[in-house]
Nanobody, 123 residues
């Protein structure tokens, strides 16, 4: 599977963005997925997780209540709605496929990252 994240940009604090993750292949609905982000000089960190049908989601404490993860299996796409953005949300955002092993919030539990999309939040 190949993944491509898009939708990033420059936004003022308090603003919103919606990221998309397009996936190739016919088996998208069999994948559990997640969003991670990486700020300059920092490790890639967990943002959100979603189950195969979207019924189960999980978020990092830092984004809980502000971000919403969703997916459309018919379109082979996953989304991240980001509201009330803060300067500390500035990072490159990546989508990944959960390997069905290990902790879902752990970077090493994901594969097929693809290119990320830059989100910059100005104060």
């Amino acid at each position: 599977v190949q993944l491509q994240a898009s939708g990033g940009g420059l936004v003022q604090a308090g603003g919103s963005l919606r990221l998309s993750c397009a996936a190739s292949g016919r088996t998208f609905s069999t994948y559990r997925m997640g969003w991670f982000r990486q700020a300059p000089g920092k490790e890639r960190e967990f943002v959100a997780y979603i189950s195969r049908e979207g019924g189960n989601t999980a978020y990092a404490d830092s984004v809980e209540g502000r971000f919403t993860i969703s997916r459309d299996n018919g379109k082979h796409a996953m989304y991240l709605q980001m509201n009330d953005l803060k300067p500390e949300d500035t990072a490159v955002y990546y989508c990944g496929v959960y390997k069905d092993t290990g902790v879902y919030s752990y970077r090493g539990s994901y594969d097929f990252w693809g290119q990320g999309t830059q989100v910059t939040v100005s104060s």
